[in-house]
């Protein structure tokens, strides 16, 4: 079923409203934070280097919290008419449709003004429509129907299949954060592997409205959300966990931040983040109460934090409402860190909103692997 874009405002009733920035962020905020907007166009063509990652990947939550969306496409040099397209609908009650695909074909870069704007294969797509602005993506076609409690025990399911489609109008709401951009001039931290297992990226939060239909039956809904834009060669071999958390608030003012676990050889881990007041850019933070992975299951995770700020600590608290184990598309070492993908609700200072936490821990720290 299509739904149209005037239907879509017209079901909502919140749509318009959900992407529509606050005045003081619309007047006040460089939405590119400085960088140079080629950095959104996508690699046109296959790259020489056979480990050049080229994705775009985003994080949306449903602005009540009935469900959330991750929607992945990643090009890979030496895999290039193969590209690997992933997503997860999550609904707060257990229900999941997880696809993972890579039977393409690969959709062409080139928009209708030559610019390199579109990655996409088989059933999804991502389009940039404003550098740093406008976004949308899309998704048709059959996917797996799963649940959250399959897939923390890893069980891999192929049917029944339902028929999704969606289509999400993606406005940004805060200033992109290019990892190592927040930290001091002295840390060299990202000087090493550390570095690696991040790759060249960045990442944006957003607002946005949207359709979600299952079998025909449409959902039109308005959220929150984040885009990740990633362009160059990763490393996962040697990683040992993370803990990532984002989302940004109805009044505008956002958070951001990713810290690695403490390493054997007591050398720094890496830890950095932002706050974002809703005007001007991003204020650096590094988080000091932090929830590591240390239990899987399907919802209900205490996943508050506590960062430091040139300006004083801040506390947010958040509970997750649906969490996803990873499947891994490949195999990986006994020892390779379990990966949890989750939706959380948070609460600032008495406002609350949706956002995104993902966190991994190596097998032997999870009480339940």
């Known amino acids: 079923m299509h739904i149209t874009r005037r239907e879509l405002i017209h079901h909502t009733g919140q749509a318009s409203l959900a992407l529509s ?37 985003v994080w949306i939550e449903e602005q009540s919290g009935k469900f959330a969306l991750r929607i992945g496409v990643e090009a890979l040099g030496k895999s290039w008419d193969k590209q690997l397209v992933w997503l997860d609908v999550a609904f707060a009650d257990g229900t999941v449709y997880s696809l993972r695909d890579e039977n393409g074909p690969t959709h062409a870069a080139l928009d209708a003004q030559g610019l390199a704007s579109i990655r996409g294969s088989g059933p999804a797509q991502f389009q940039c429509l404003e550098a740093f602005k406008k976004w949308r993506v899309s998704f048709n076609g059959p996917v797996p129907k799963t649940t959250a409690s399959n897939l923390l025990h890893n069980k891999k399911i192929e049917q029944p299949t339902a028929e999704i489609n969606i289509t999400v109008d993606m406005e940004m709401a805060a200033p992109p954060w290019a990892p190592g951009s927040m930290l001091a001039k002295d840390n060299t931290v990202l000087q090493g592997e550390q570095a690696d297992f991040i790759s060249p990226r960045y990442e ?61 050889d007591g050398q720094p881990s890496y830890n950095e983040g932002y706050i974002f007041t809703g005007s001007g850019g991003l204020q650096p933070a590094t988080a000091v109460v932090i929830p590591w992975l240390r239990e899987l299951t399907t919802g209900g995770d205490n996943v508050s934090f506590e960062l430091t700020t040139n300006n004083g600590q801040v506390s947010v608290s958040g509970t997750t409402f649906i969490n996803t184990r990873s499947m891994h598309a490949g195999l990986v070492p006994d020892d390779f860190p379990i990966v949890q993908q989750a939706h959380a609700h948070y609460t600032w200072e008495g406002e609350s909103t949706v956002g995104m936490v993902e966190r991994s821990s190596v097998p032997a720290l999870i009480k339940n692997p």
């Open 204 to 264: 944006q939060l957003f607002r946005c409205a949207g359709a979600l239909t299952i079998d025909g039956k449409p959902q039109p809904f308005s959220g929150n959300g984040l885009r990740i834009r990633r362009q160059g060669v990763r490393k996962f071999e040697g990683f040992w966990g993370h803990c990532w958390q984002s989302a940004v608030f109805p009044s505008g003012k956002a958070f951001g931040f990713n810290v690695f676990p403490p390493r054997d």
């Open 21 to 57: 920035l606050p005045l003081a962020c619309a007047s006040t905020v460089d939405l590119s934070g400085g960088i140079d907007p080629s950095r959104e166009w996508v690699l046109a063509e296959k790259p020489s280097n056979p480990q050049m990652r080229d994705a775009v990947n």
